[in-house]
């Protein structure tokens, strides 16, 4: 073949696309939430999805892994159209699926995990060595310092993010499909997380990334999809836009400020709502002690492993712990469960909405009413009341979903994250803490989340929200508490305060 040949064989060769959607149209029952989306990937490339909470993008990469059947319209790898009958047979066609929702098994070892419907077998048995050796290849590879042998349930969130980029790895994808891989990952994570996006691209592994992080989304992707209601709306180098411009793409309106204005800082003098000293959560947090007053919103920022999450398990009794002081409005409490921490007037937001925070095999109306039974109980259920705090929730946080009588596990993930908001204020509580309240969140969901944190202040209600972003803690809190490897080192006044001092006292280096 001629070099011009050879040239136009490699030009139309690159014309094949990796992956693409003719006219996928998807309902569940009578919703339909995808209505004929079209566009097809190139090879090799890095395309970030993006889109608001609920616009259908976990959707359409559930039917190109085989996890969903498309209602209407078809799939095509390397051109050929396929059809899987679930994901394994998406895994043979080269597409793996790192899900937004975590699928592994809490009682499995990561290697099993790793492993899991893949396992490798000797003449006879499971060849647990082999196993342990390539998950322990892989582990290295995304940065896991765990021995393969670790139960899952054994780890930090963080954590299990990482096993289930191990567990798409070790399958050697040709298409990967990474859903809001970094949302709990710390900045370093999601450095090395990238160098390995970039090493399988290299390889010619065609990516798709769906984050609601655009500075990300700026950093490592090619190209941008921008998906709506459902529908496809725009395909763009990502160099050719701006942040704001990807966002108002994902919205179809004009954006402003995202952060509202400060509520004024409480008076000094303010008696303590919430007073907590010599809190220790053995291995995780040592002699811990803050004061938040009425109207305040106290943030805590650290490192992940820092200790905050642990911390507040332990005051709400989800861990063990000792205090030699908890007051609630002066009084000192005994705390053992969020159940009764509830009513006491404190309530907590996990940061592991699907582990502790909703029942997702349950209905919408009976997660958000299980905190507050007493209010629909009386002595029976009134199912009638239940559905109308259900409606009124919907509309006050704006929740997206086709219909109120399905599962909150058919909510989109940020809907979701919606949903336990909604779920931990029915209880109408005077103390709220909130664990990384807007992960998963999409841009203006999040000003919504802002909106009501600072309403919750106005009411003359204590905040804590827990976060990684430091911009969020910046645009909202009045003060910032600084967790460094299970100490608070310090609480620092939010006046002109900067993401870098945070960073400094975050690890050590003011
Ligand atoms: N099994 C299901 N049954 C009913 N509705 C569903 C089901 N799965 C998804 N949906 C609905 O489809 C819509 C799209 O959800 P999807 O999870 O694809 O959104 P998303 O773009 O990934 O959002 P997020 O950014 O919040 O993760 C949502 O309104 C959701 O409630
Ligand atoms: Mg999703």
Not at 188 to 197: I, V
Not at 320 to 349: D, F, H, N
Not at 443 to 464: D, F, P, Q
Not at 467 to 478: F, R, T, V
Request: proline residues 5%.
């Amino acid at each position: 073949m001629n070099a011009v040949a050879q040239a136009q064989a490699h030009a139309s060769a690159a014309a094949v696309p990796a992956l693409a959607f003719e006219g996928i149209v998807k309902r569940f029952g009578p919703v339909q939430v995808l209505h004929g989306v079209s566009f097809a990937l190139q090879p090799g490339r890095i395309v970030g999805l993006l889109g608001e909470n609920g616009a259908g993008k976990s959707t359409l990469m559930k039917i190109a892994s085989g996890y969903e059947a498309p209602s209407e319209g078809v799939v095509t790898v390397g051109g050929r159209a396929v059809s899987f009958d679930g994901p394994r047979a998406a895994e043979n066609e080269g597409i793996v699926l790192i899900h937004q929702e975590f699928n592994l098994a809490e009682d499995l070892t990561v290697a099993q995990n790793i492993h899991l419907g893949h396992e490798k077998r000797g003449r006879f048995l499971l060849d647990d060595n082999a196993m342990r050796q390539s998950a322990a290849q892989v582990l290295a590879e995304v940065g896991l310092a765990r021995h393969p042998d670790t139960p899952v349930r054994q780890l930090i969130v963080a954590e299990k993010q990482l096993v289930e980029i191990a567990k798409a790895l070790s399958k050697r994808a040709r298409i990967l499909i990474m859903d809001e891989p970094t949302a709990t990952l710390t900045p370093g994570e999601t450095q090395r997380l990238f160098a390995l996006m970039r090493r399988l691209q290299g390889e010619g592994v065609t990516i798709v990334y769906i984050s609601h992080k655009l500075d990300e989304v700026e950093h490592i992707c090619d190209e941008v999809v921008v998906m709506r209601d459902g529908r496809f709306v725009a395909r763009e180098a990502t160099d050719a836009l701006t942040r704001l411009q990807m966002a108002q793409l994902m919205v179809g309106r004009e954006l402003s400020d995202l952060y509202p204005p400060r509520t004024p800082a409480p008076a000094d003098d303010a008696a303590p709502l919430l007073r907590v000293r010599g809190l220790t959560v053995p291995g995780w947090a040592q002699d811990v002690g803050f004061d938040l007053r009425p109207g305040e919103i106290l943030g805590f920022a650290g490192l992940v492993g820092a200790g905050r999450t642990e911390l507040f398990e332990g005051l709400l009794g989800l861990r063990a712990a000792s205090a030699q002081v908890i007051e609630i409005g002066g009084r000192p409490v005994r705390i053992s469960s969020p159940g009764q921490a509830a009513r006491q007037g404190l309530v907590y937001l996990s940061e592991d909405r699907k582990g502790k925070g909703l029942h997702v095999d349950f209905g919408l109306a009976e997660n958000l009413t299980l905190m507050d039974l007493g209010r629909y109980a009386s002595p029976w259920l009134d199912r009638a009341r239940e559905q109308a705090a259900l409606r009124d929730a919907v509309a006050e946080y704006g929740i997206r979903t086709g219909a109120l009588d399905v599962r909150a596990s058919s909510l989109s993930g940020g809907n979701q994250q919606k949903l336990a908001l909604a779920k931990v204020l029915q209880p109408r509580p005077r103390i709220v803490i909130l664990d990384e309240p807007t992960r998963g969140v999409d841009i203006g969901a999040k000003r919504e989340i802002y909106l009501l944190i600072r309403r919750l202040a106005e009411e003359g209600k204590g905040v804590i929200v827990v976060s990684s972003e430091l911009m969020e803690l910046i645009g909202l809190a009045h003060r910032v508490a600084v967790m460094r490897a299970g100490h608070l080192q310090t609480v620092l006044p939010n006046e002109g305060l900067t993401e870098e001092e945070l960073i400094a006292h975050a690890t050590g280096t003011h």
